[in-house]
């Protein structure tokens, strides 16, 4: 396939450069990065400027949970721009893509979920949820329970409030950040803190933090708790199994609202509707985007469960908070239709009982290579740990000094082997595929990922 009859990569190139500031880019060295150009997906690939087959091990941003190129999706828009592109959902008004997905949200997702609000992205969903949760308390009477807390290494958005209660201190140094009355405990990395302990130890110890902190500050003080069910972006750091009950335990126990960020595990990434579901606990809030639309149109928004919804309803008093765009008619059709695929395709339940024990089997079993020490997945989620010595327990690894150089290496030889993975630093390499992809299509990404990981030795 010639993707390149009427693209001018380096004119596109070289115009990208001069003008285009990217996300999460140093801008001193923007005259020298040239940005590799996409033009084209179908199922999972994606192609390049130069006509180049990419296998999309990222599904996009990790997002596109049923892969590109789907008709279906670009007719369902196309009818509902020509018959009503836009209108607000605010002032007492609505339109029937906003009404059909708020219902079809609440069908999916987990019982104590029956109130949709919608905003345009993961990070203005959690803005609502930092807005929603101190305006319970205070409709509650008690106005002076505003604290959130939430954990390092976490990541939930890039406005001012989810990157507060994101925990990168690379985010928090730009911006003067975090925010008043966000603060962070330690995240459930068993590679990191869990020597010399069973999984199931330290997922207690880990989750006491969270009693710790509710202790130290007072929980009359504390409105909320949020995390990732899986820390997606901060490492594919998966919690051991006796980690989220017992965080359910001690906001239960406190009286603290407690909030899943869903943007990446939701719309069955673990193969379940919800991640909170494959964790077995029941949040207050989820915060929702990417999946819901498998990233067609940007949408976003929070799942409200009764506890807040009915005390709201009770109390009454005007929710000061709304985007121009919450509810947009195209965003909802879209994710309609994505769920319509979701559901005709049987994918979550493929992703549970087939497919994703399949690709945790295959991506486990990466760690057979030198240059790997410990490699795990749950769902379609995946992460490991690139080493420079191989030591005989997971502790023992060394890993990398130079990570984020070695990192990027790696990722340069992933994408010249034909496959999309993301490296960050620490030395972790993840990957977040289409829910579509097959056995055969998980073989050849392993292939890929297995032909780039021996060009990096
Ligand atoms: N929350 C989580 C867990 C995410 O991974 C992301 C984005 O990657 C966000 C929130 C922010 O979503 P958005 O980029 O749509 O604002």
């Not at 933090?209 to 998966?238: N, R, S, T």
Request: aromatic share 8%; net charge negative.
């Amino acid at each position: 396939m010639n993707m390149n009859d009427h693209i001018d990569t380096q004119c596109l190139q070289a115009s990208d450069a001069a003008h285009h500031l990217h996300p999460f880019a140093d801008y001193s060295q923007k005259h020298q990065q040239i940005s590799r150009v996409i033009v084209k997906g179908e199922d999972i690939y994606v192609w390049d400027s130069e006509g180049r087959r990419l296998l999309d091990g990222m599904a996009g941003l990790w997002c596109m949970n049923v892969g590109y190129g789907r008709k279906r999706i670009a007719d369902a828009v196309h009818a509902q721009m020509t018959r009503l592109a836009y209108y607000n959902t605010f002032f007492h008004t609505t339109h029937p893509p906003a009404v059909e997905l708020a219902a079809k949200l609440v069908e999916i997702s987990p019982p104590q979920f029956n109130h949709v609000f919608f905003a345009g992205s993961g990070s203005e969903g959690n803005d609502t949820v930092v807005r929603l949760v101190r305006h319970y308390w205070a409709k509650q009477g008690h106005p002076e329970r505003k604290i959130i807390i939430s954990r390092h290494n976490a990541y939930h958005g890039s406005t001012m409030a989810g990157a507060s209660l994101g925990g990168w201190p690379s985010m928090h140094q730009q911006g003067d950040l975090p925010l008043a009355g966000i603060v962070h405990i330690g995240q459930p990395s068993y590679l990191e803190g869990g020597r010399g302990k069973t999984p199931e130890q330290f997922g207690l110890e880990a989750a006491s933090w969270l009693e710790h902190k509710i202790l130290e500050l007072g929980a009359d003080k504390v409105a909320a708790f949020i995390g990732e069910p899986v820390q997606g972006a901060g490492g594919v750091i998966v919690p051991p199994p006796t980690y989220w009950p017992e965080i359910q335990r001690i906001c239960g126990k406190y009286g603290v609202l407690l909030v899943a960020d869903e943007v990446v595990t939701g719309f069955g990434r673990l193969g379940h509707w919800f991640g909170s579901t494959y964790f077995g606990i029941q949040p207050d809030l989820i915060t929702f985007a990417k999946g819901v639309s498998s990233g067609y149109v940007p949408l976003g928004g929070v799942l409200v469960g009764d506890r807040i919804a009915h005390a709201l309803m009770a109390k009454g008093g005007e929710f000061n908070h709304g985007f121009t765009y919450s509810g947009h008619p195209i965003g909802c059709v879209a994710a309609l239709e994505n769920i319509r695929i979701i559901e005709e395709e049987n994918l979550v339940a493929q992703v549970r009982d087939d497919t994703g024990p399949y690709l945790k089997q295959r991506f486990e079993a990466l760690a057979q290579h030198p240059l790997v020490g410990d490699a795990g997945a749950v769902g379609f989620l995946g992460g490991l740990n690139l080493v420079r010595h191989k030591g005989a327990t997971v502790h023992d690894n060394v890993p990398f000094d130079r990570a984020l150089e070695v990192g990027m290496l790696c990722r340069a030889h992933m994408f010249g082997s034909g496959v999309i993975v993301r490296t960050i630093p620490g030395d972790r390499l993840l990957i977040s595929p289409p829910l579509t992809m097959t056995r055969a299509q998980i073989d050849e990404m392993i292939a890929l990922i297995t032909t780039g990981l021996d060009k990096t030795l």
